[in-house]
């Protein structure tokens, strides 16, 4: 149940009241709600970004946000990205566009031309390719390291007890820079000890930047010392994956 569907609940309001909120008031409570979760833990609100994640949604249904001011987004595929952004970039200056899925090697071109920030590298092929294609675009998106913190064998990620010889080898053998580190918990499992060792990976390795949390459990990742959140379907709603 997200934070229209609870609130409705609470109140003794009809579900069907969910229907008139749009997504703009999804996107205003959830900033709400960022900055009371960062306040409670007593840190600065304009230390969380709020990625809005609008994977499967058309063009037309980020234009609202848009003219809203937000212009931190996030999309999982570099190809559905491609045919989306472009042109809401010449509209709207100021995005900032973040990959927060699997990035292929054959993409690595299109991912650099087209992404701020590139939160999904998890393994050398592709610190590789990505350091060959900056250098050649002459662009320097942000790198994020994604870490695999449950060790799920179906999901991306370098695993905990590799991330520190895969930062080092990104610095060191790559030259990246790397930003920061991202994780998708297990969906069976409790995210806040899956948060705590991903805060404890970047401290280590003197990155400040950390990418967790999403619709359900972001307010536990900002109290943990997620500085980025990506947030989808509180914001946009339900997503239609058979288009």
Known sequence: MDFFARSAYQQGLPLDWIDAVTALDRLNATKAAIARAATDCDRDPGAVTLVCVTKTFPAEDVVPLLEASHRVY?????????GKWPPLRERFPGIELHLIGPLQSNKTAEAVALFDVIQTVDREKIA????????????SP????????????QKAGVLPQDADAFI???RETHGLKIAGLMCVPPLDEQASPHFALLAELAKRNGLK???????????LAIQLGATYVRV??????????ST
């Open 142 to 153: 942000r790198i994020f390291i994604q870490v695999n913190t449950g060790a799920e064998p």
């Open 209 to 219: 930047e950390l990418s967790m949390g999403m619709s359900s459990d972001y307010e």
């Open 168 to 170: 080092a080898a990104c």
């Open 74 to 82: 996030g999309e999982n595929r570099v190809q559905e990205a491609t």
């Open 128 to 139: 590789q390719a990505l350091a060959e294609e900056m250098n050649k675009q002459g662009k």
């Open 232 to 241: 989808g379907s509180a914001i946009m709603g339900m997503r239609d994956y």
